[in-house]
């Protein structure tokens, strides 16, 4: 039985298909099927004699039956554009779970061909196993991995300027980090979108089609093209003193590229890029974000979300990226000072002393907590087998971590060896910057001060002098203590600053009566001048984690930390570890009283308390004098009254949130006749007044330290990152 009836009307259409069988394109296939139909053969004969499927010889033998030689023409495939944007193939394969980042299903997303998001992905260099990701610019990119560290725009051009370093030692180049923050990124192309559509309203913003017919035609220059830009100049000279040592790569993205670009960017050592055919400028920016998010931990949502804020307000928009992190293998700028052989630079974290697993600091936990303690007490504790804490216990004392003592006699067996941490087997620095003062402390494993240095804040108003005194400071504390401490048992360095902090670059951000050090970017600052681990951390938070690591097993549960300083904020200790939250900022302990009291600003916003900020509420107002030093007040003024109050109603929530049966309250406020009213409005508040108070009796108690609290637990960030056991490891 013959398949559908194909044969061609009339003679005239015999002539057409011979011709269009014999000519080139598309249609000569299409017109064999009809006229190898027409001499009365099967479709699997027919396909077999093209080359073809029997599904393609069927389908265009019913279109011609259907439609006749006008059946024969190509149809346009509906939602697949002949032309993707590779920055949106880019942005969404990052943004995807593992399980749909495929190129189908990128494909399916973008309304695009996979062989499409597949090309795309190859120019990106994305997924290939000995490059990393690098976006396909005139003239090429070398080999190394994309941060964004500039972006200048105004009413002629829009330039991005990128970064170029090698990868970090022992990362793949394929690996990523994290996925990039959505929420920040979908900011900045919605910034960005709008600072072009207002400079250019009748332009659209994403020209994907690179074909010479469908682009739009350039605007004419708002100036000459051989003049040169003056803004430009000063944006790559300021690019240039961020990033002293960076290889820079200028992307004009919009705009003429006026005869004066090129020698701009020679004398600012910036080589000149033209953009990726097949990218529009809002998806090119995106895209770039969205690499350098997910290979740097510093490419936080708070870097995005600072460039949103730029590109959102009043042109031109000048946004410059804080100094990068030390690059793999670089060593820092300036002088060899006391600090500089301690580590390798850009090191990931305070571990130094290597320990080999879970377990031993599982062993060390156990043996900090108890202060001495015998091996079948650490097996029966921590519930490992008595070989494993032999040989556990055996190799820290042949590291030098712990220390065995004398033998006590037993009725029954051999003797019992008691062990405990080896006080000098580790130690650290801790520096406390405050408004008025720096605090240094050199801490060994046991929490014992061991050298201190106390100086009165520099009142030169640039962040550089603050970061020298800094920097001065610690390496005049480290400078006493001997090379054997330098050398053999030195973990790092932790830096605290009064909050809002972003931890992760380490830039101090609003800073409480200390604005010379808004928005900048210290971690990266105290790199340039040290070559040990460094860690920047909340006050409070930190005050928390010196609290847990002093006093041992009195600290061991979980408790909340008021730190009164310079505000008053919360530390706390969940689960036997830090808790920090989503940005290592939790615990801001002043708008949760605010809210607690009802006292809210007419925006809506909670009130910032002037209860809690003892360094100001309580000594200056104070009978109407000013003390000299914390804690040198009336006996019981009753601004100091009222301020503990207004706490221990925000402690009261705490409580009420978390169900926790201690409160730790510290801090350099927290001293003198203050002190006890602080806890007995606490203590009051906490036990009369919570929903669940005939289950719990809340405790009060002083810390451990005083005026060092803050000093002495950023020097124990570094030994709760490095000996503490736990499942997750934090940034």
């Not at 597949?118 to 196993?129: D, K, S, T, V, Y």
């Not at 609290?547 to 919360?570: H, M, N, P, Q």
Request: aromatic residues 4%.
């Amino acid at each position: 039985m013959p398949d559908a009836p194909s044969r061609p009307s009339a003679e005239g259409e015999f002539d057409v298909l011979r011709r269009w069988a014999a000519g080139p394109g598309p249609r000569a296939l299409r017109a064999s099927i009809v006229l190898q139909a027409a001499l009365g053969r099967h479709n699997s004969e027919i396909a077999r004699r093209l080359g073809v499927s029997r599904q393609t010889v069927a389908t265009w033998r019913q279109r011609y039956a259907a439609e006749g030689p006008a059946g024969l023409a190509g149809r346009p495939q509906s939602g697949r554009p002949g032309v993707v944007d590779e920055g949106d193939v880019v942005t969404e394969t990052l943004l995807a779970p593992p399980d749909r980042s495929s190129s189908r299903s990128v494909g399916r997303r973008l309304g695009c061909s996979h062989t499409a998001v597949a090309a795309a992905r190859r120019r990106w260099n994305l997924g290939q196993e000995d490059r990393a990701p690098l976006p396909p610019l005139s003239p090429a990119l070398a080999d190394g991995e994309v941060w964004v560290v500039g972006v200048h725009h105004d009413a002629d051009r829009t330039l991005v300027l990128l970064a170029l370093r090698q990868s970090e030692p022992g990362r793949s180049a394929a690996g990523t980090v994290a996925r990039p923050p959505t929420d920040a990124l979908a900011a900045v192309a919605a910034a960005f979108t709008h600072a072009l559509d207002s400079h250019d309203p009748a332009a659209p913003a994403e020209p994907v089609d690179p074909a010479p017919a469908a682009r739009p035609a350039p605007r004419p220059p708002r100036r000459p093209a051989a003049e040169p830009d003056q803004a430009v100049s000063v944006f790559l000279a300021a690019a240039r003193r961020s990033h002293p040592r960076a290889a820079l790569h200028l992307v004009v993205l919009r705009g003429p590229a006026a005869a004066g670009l090129d020698e701009l960017c020679r004398r600012a050592r910036v080589t000149l890029h033209q953009p990726p055919e097949r990218t529009g400028p809002v998806s090119f920016l995106r895209a770039v974000l969205a690499l350098d998010a997910s290979r740097h931990p510093s490419s936080s949502a708070r870097v995005l979300l600072d460039l949103a804020a730029d590109l959102d307000g009043p042109a031109p928009v000048r946004w410059i990226r804080e100094p990068l992190p030390a690059a793999p293998g670089e060593s820092p700028p300036g002088g060899a000072g006391p600090l500089r052989a301690a580590a390798p630079a850009g090191s990931g974290g305070a571990n130094q002393i290597d320990l080999g697993s879970f377990n031993e600091c599982v062993v060390i936990e156990t043996v900090r907590l108890a202060g001495s303690i015998t091996r079948g007490e650490i097996a029966d504790r921590t519930r490992l087998t008595q070989q494993s804490v032999s040989r556990i216990a055996r190799s820290l004392l042949d590291r030098g971590l712990l220390v065995e003592e004398r033998r006590q006699h037993s009725t029954v067996g051999k003797p019992r060896g008691l062990v405990r941490l080896r006080d000098d087997a580790a130690h650290a620095l801790g520096i406390h910057i405050d408004p008025e003062v720096l605090t240094a402390v050199l801490v060994d494993l046991s929490g014992r001060i061991v050298a201190r240095r106390v100086e009165k804040i520099t009142p030169e108003p640039r962040p550089g002098a603050v970061v020298a005194q800094i920097a001065a400071l610690g390496e005049a504390v480290l400078a006493n203590t001997g090379q054997a401490v330098r050398e053999n048992s030195f973990l790092g360095l932790g830096v605290v600053v009064p909050g809002p902090v972003d931890t992760v670059s380490g830039t101090v951000l609003d800073p409480p009566l200390m604005g010379v050090l808004k928005d900048v970017p210290l971690l990266s600052l105290l790199e340039q001048r040290f070559s040990c681990p460094i860690l920047v951390e909340k006050d409070s938070t930190a005050a928390a984690v010196g609290e847990r690591w002093i006093g041992r097993e009195s600290r061991a549960r979980d408790f909340v930390y008021l730190y009164l300083g310079t505000g008053v904020g919360a530390g706390l200790i969940l689960n036997g570890d830090i808790y920090r939250g989503l940005t290592a900022n939790a615990g801001e302990f002043g708008q949760l009283c605010a809210v607690t009291l009802g006292r809210i600003e007419p925006s809506g916003r909670p009130e910032v308390l002037p209860e809690c900020n003892p360094a100001r509420h309580v000594l200056t107002r104070a009978d109407g004098h000013r003390a000299g030093a914390a804690g040198q007040v009336p006996k019981d003024p009753p601004t100091v009254r009222e301020a503990a109050q207004a706490i221990g109603r925000g402690a009261l929530a705490l409580i009420d949130l978390l169900d926790v049966g201690l409160v730790v309250v510290g801090g350099p406020f927290c001293t003198g006749p203050a002190a006890d009213i602080y806890l007995t409005e606490i203590e009051r508040a906490v036990n009369d007044f919570p929903t669940a108070r005939r289950l719990r009796r809340v405790h009060v108690e002083r810390s451990v330290s005083i005026h060092e609290a803050a000093a002495v637990g950023a020097a124990s960030t570094l030994f709760h990152a490095a000996f503490t056991p736990r499942l997750r490891r934090h940034p």
